[in-house]
């Protein structure tokens, strides 16, 4: 059974920083990426980062390029999102997906974790 895990959202000022975990099972890992997106009240699903967990390509969407980076341990089936000088219009709920491999979006998710809840105050 796939299970993707994600953890590490919280309430933080503006400024400041949060590193998200997705812990990653039931499948293997190497033979696909791990891609995060958001969705916030009322906006469309957001994709934000992905990594090959193979090769290590990766991508990120330009609302996030500069101040959000992603990384994998295949060792522990984990991956990391980074992320920096938060935005109050970066609340939203986190979710990592399984994906056949990285590219730009649009994704076509089958899997996907139940989401951490990441908030950014003015």
């Known amino acids: 059974e796939v299970q993707l895990v994600e953890s590490g959202g919280d309430l933080v000022q503006a400024g400041g920083s949060l590193r998200l975990s997705c812990v990653a099972s039931?499948?293997?890992?190497?033979?696909?990426?791990i891609g995060w997106f958001r969705q916030a009240p009322g906006k469309e699903r957001e994709g934000l980062s992905c990594?090959?967990?193979?090769?290590?390509?990766?991508y990120y969407a330009d609302s996030v390029k500069g101040r959000f980076t992603i990384s994998s341990d295949n060792a522990k089936n984990t991956v990391y999102l980074q992320m920096n000088s938060l935005k109050p219009e970066d609340t939203a709920v986190y979710y990592c997906?399984?994906?056949?491999?990285?590219?730009?979006?649009?994704?076509?998710?089958?899997?996907r974790g139940q989401g951490t809840q990441v908030t950014v105050s003015s």
């Open positions: 990594i090959g967990s193979a090769d290590g390509s990766t």
């Open positions: 039931g499948f293997t890992f190497d033979d696909y990426a």
């Open positions: 997906a399984v994906l056949v491999r990285c590219t730009v979006v649009p994704w076509g998710i089958d899997y």
